[in-house]
């Protein structure tokens, strides 16, 4: 007997519809689920689509809608139903191998009142540039991951992928039929939509359990004039227009929610991604339209709103980021990335980026990412910078895209290690930050690790934890000589980066994991100008504000060893070493205590890498025997002009 009456409402989409009910098709299971196809006003062949696959899915029934509206249509499905459970689809929604079984078992396993299936948006042709991820949930997008949970706070379902117990969806009056979309001859009649959105606060007030089921996935066809700025714009209003006459609608936290948005548009116009400061421009334009639907809407709320968009547009490109800006002559602070991604309720970003810049190391490039592809936590996203390289970097980087889609490429000009990382951390969207350089290794359980300590933390935090060296074929090297224990004094871990460093204490960059806010409140976290020791100046920059850091004492992060690090070369590490503590200095320069430390981790390091930049055995040549020093180092012109120098001295 079905369990489960899977409802599919459709007007005049049938090669859409033919390809659901294709993905239906091919599910585990099917004697089920009983499918029914809501013919709503279609004058196309839709009819004869759906009878045509009858014989592919065993209970397959259609039914005729007259009243135009998705609303109407889904309640006609409701009022067919005869199983415990309803699911919905949109007919230009495919579901994904699973995704039956995944609905049932949601319900059956966790008695679950409703179920809200994972949406992943794709395009027929190419996606816009501009749509991030973080554009998704505006585009009908849900992802919180594979797992099946019962998220915390307010969760509501995404119309083109929910279920519901039928029972409770009869009992709380079934969709409002004021909210659903609905057009006529191709043209939309309906100024509100949201009758999902209005279900899913209803079954709030109810405390329903609303399960997120990421096995239960469908993929989701974004059309294209649907990724058009005007379109995503009225979107952004219509919604508003829904969320203000909902008797669920929150005057005062709508209020303050349009001040917030109204700052976080002006502050993100100075990102290099400022491609986020569209998003919060979209959700400022749905709250100020909620307001002014409710008639709620105070003079001050609203002007700032106006001034706000109107600052955005006024900044030509601003608000696509080409840069920093300033705001009445005084620098603006860009809002951390995952701060723009919570605004949007439902997040469809991973949960680590990890930046791995790579500049011709072709070679080690694919070892660095399939250590990623071997972690116990898989819930990450890999961007690899290729900073202008001149070997197979391009190509090695795009095979790996294409085997991976949790793997990104992007590349600039050459620009150094700092601008490379940089870039990756514009292009970040995670809730932490990892950096792994493209010819490093990490063990498969590190992200499990230290996720285990970061994920309960409230306040910024970052993990470190112990590393190994490894030679350039990539087995350990557990006895080598240059190795220093990476930790921290826990009760002073700035004094101890301040004093220690390399002296006594060495960190490796893929040691971290940072939460995002401690990266991208530096700006530009690593310093372009300088040539080497930019992540121990990042790193003194993120200890000084104070932040909460959690040791990992276990061997988690490989350092690989080979002919071309930047690390051997000695007179080049000195130089920049000693310029990043001047910088520090410059940045300390009211604090005492701190100006000493690094006074005496700058002579420290002079003494340490003298023997690296002016051998031991020179200097005592140069002592002891001068003339023949001068005549074997120096131009035979050179050693004639000094003699003759020395000469006419002694004659005065």
């Known amino acids: 007997m079905p369990l489960i009456t899977v409802c599919i409402c459709t007007h005049n989409r049938a090669e859409l519809l033919r390809e659901c ?23 196309d062949h839709t009819q004869d689509v759906a009878a045509s696959y009858r014989g ?17 249509a889904r309640n006609r499905g409701l009022s067919e139903a005869a199983t415990p459970y309803i699911a919905y689809l949109d007919d230009d929604a495919v579901p994904q191998p699973g995704w039956l079984s995944g609905m049932i078992g949601a319900f059956v396993e966790s008695g679950a009142d409703a179920v ?28 919180l991951g594979d797992a099946t949970f019962l998220p915390e706070g307010y969760f509501g379902p995404v119309g083109a992928n929910m279920a519901v117990k039928t029972d409770l969806l009869r009992a709380m009056g079934a969709f409002d039929t004021r909210y659903g979309v609905c057009s006529i001859d191709g043209s939309e009649v309906n100024r509100y939509r949201g009758d999902d959105t209005d279900l899913g606060l209803r079954m709030a007030d109810r405390r329903a359990r609303v399960l997120y089921c990421g096995a239960a ?4 066809l974004t ?180 085997r991976d889609p949790r793997v990104r490429y992007v590349e ?89 460093w390399e002296e006594t204490v060495s960190i490796p960059i893929h040691c971290f994991l940072f939460d995002a806010r401690l990266i991208e409140s530096l700006g530009a976290p690593f ?28 061997k988690l992060a490989y350092y690989r060893e080979h002919g071309g690090s930047k690390t051997r070369r000695h007179a080049e590490m000195r130089s920049g070493f000693l310029r990043a503590i001047g910088k520090q200095m410059r940045l300390f320069r009211g604090d005492p205590a701190m100006q000493s430390k690094l006074r005496d981790t700058a002579r420290a390091t002079k003494i340490r890498y003298r023997d690296y930049v002016f051998p031991r055995s020179l ?12 005549k074997a180092h120096l131009p035979g012109s050179a050693v004639e002009f000094i003699r003759r120098s020395l000469g006419a001295r002694a004659n005065r």
């Open 116 to 143: 809200a299936g994972k949406v992943e948006p794709y395009w027929k042709e190419a996606r816009p540039w501009w749509i991030t991820p973080t554009f998704y949930p505006l585009l009908g997008g849900l992802d």
């Open 223 to 402: 059309h294209g004039q649907c990724t058009r700025f005007g379109n995503i714009r009225r979107c952004a209003v219509q919604q508003g227009w829904t969320l203000g006459v909902l008797d669920s609608f929150d005057v005062e936290r709508a209020e303050n929610d349009l001040v917030w948005f109204c700052f976080s548009l002006l502050s993100n116009l100075v990102r290099f991604r400022g491609r986020d400061a569209l998003i919060f421009y979209f959700l400022a334009l749905e709250r100020s339209s909620a307001l002014r639907e409710h008639h709620r809407v105070s003079r001050k709320s609203y002007s700032l709103w106006l001034a706000s968009a109107g600052a955005a547009f006024r900044m030509r490109r601003g608000i696509l980021g080409l840069g920093k800006r300033t705001l009445f002559g005084r620098p603006v602070e860009p809002w951390p990335a995952h701060v723009v991604h919570r605004s949007l309720g439902r997040v469809g970003s991973p949960a680590i980026s990890v930046v791995m810049p790579c500049y011709n190391q072709a070679a080690y490039l694919p070892d660095a990412v399939r250590s990623l592809q071997a972690q116990t936590f898989e819930d990450w996203e890999c961007i690899i910078v290729n900073d202008g390289s001149t070997d197979d970097t391009a190509a090695v980087a795009c095979d790996l895209v294409a």
């Open 21 to 43: 009910l294709e993905g239906l098709a091919l599910q585990d299971g099917l004697e089920r689920a009983d499918v029914l196809v809501v013919d709503n006003n279609c004058s």
């Open 527 to 554: 310093d372009p100008v300088l040539p080497n020791h930019e992540d121990w100046d990042c790193w003194m920059r993120i200890l000084a504000g104070r932040p909460t850091v959690f040791y990992v004492d276990r």
């Open 217 to 220: 996935a469908v993929r989701h």
């Open 412 to 500: 600039q000009d050459n620009g150094g290690l700092s601008a490379a990382r940089n870039r990756g951390t514009a292009e970040s969207v995670g809730r932490y930050i990892h950096f792994l350089d493209s010819d490093d290794l990490i063990a498969p359980e590190k992200f499990s690790a230290q996720m285990a300590v970061l994920r309960d933390c409230p306040e910024p935090a970052l993990s470190y934890c112990d590393y190994l060296y490894c030679r350039a074929d990539g087995t350990p090297d557990p006895d080598s000589v240059v190795y220093k224990p990476p930790v921290l004094d826990p009760g002073d871990p700035l004094s101890s980066m301040a004093r220690d």
């Open 619 to 630: 200097w005592l040549a140069v002592i002891t025997r001068p003339k023949s020093f001068l």
């Open 56 to 72: 592919a899915i065993p209970n397959l029934r259609i039914a005729s809608e007259s009243q135009p509206g998705l609303s109407h």
